[in-house]
């Protein structure tokens, strides 16, 4: 423990010898923030406009149906990255599939919540303001053919919020037990 009385072991006053550290004084270091480095591989989220995110969703629409539905591997998240890219030619620089996949993550997302958000008011007085739920709605209700499935009837019921209800449409008894 140290003394009050006795004199400080660090002087208060620096030097005025000792030359500043170039940080305060280069200014292209100054500017780099202290949790900055070079090996970080963390980038900002990119900034999206609607004809970027609605060429996402449609690009999307396409590979999701010509897969029957099923998850995209890598491979087509490049295609479509690549049909983004096609679709908004003059925009620097152009997405790549790990942010396509991410924004599409987040959109179905949000539309999960819409969803929610519809079925706790009366379903003809539910109206999204969100600018996208059309095109989200039209990606789960129709089927790769262009037709509409047997869930968008009765409001929206999308395969990958709700996969219990094929099998209670279909009066397989789900919940119910035969004796």
């Given at each position: ?26 200014p ?16 900002p ?65 949000r ?18 303001s ?50």
């Amino acid at each position: 423990m140290s003394d009050p009385d006795s004199p400080p072991t660090h002087d208060p006053i620096p030097d005025r010898d000792q030359p500043e550290p170039a940080s305060a004084t280069d200014p292209k270091i100054a500017s780099v923030p202290a949790t900055a480095s070079k090996s970080s591989r963390r980038l900002p989220p990119p900034c999206w406009s609607l004809e970027e995110t609605t060429a996402l969703i449609d690009g999307y629409r396409d590979k999701w149906h010509a897969l029957g539905r099923g998850n995209l591997k890598a491979n087509h998240w490049e295609e479509v990255a690549e049909a983004v890219a096609a679709a908004c030619p003059g925009v620097a620089p152009r997405k790549t599939a790990v942010q396509c996949r991410h924004k599409m993550e987040k959109l179905r997302q949000r539309y999960r919540a819409e969803i929610q958000r519809a079925r706790s008011v009366p379903v003809a007085r539910f109206v999204s303001s969100w600018v996208h739920y059309k095109r989200m709605e039209a990606m789960e209700i129709t089927k790769p053919d262009g037709e509409e499935n047997q869930f968008s009837g009765g409001g929206p019921t999308p395969r990958f919020f709700n996969r219990n209800a094929a099998a209670a449409a279909a009066g397989s008894g789900f919940g119910y037990r035969r004796v």
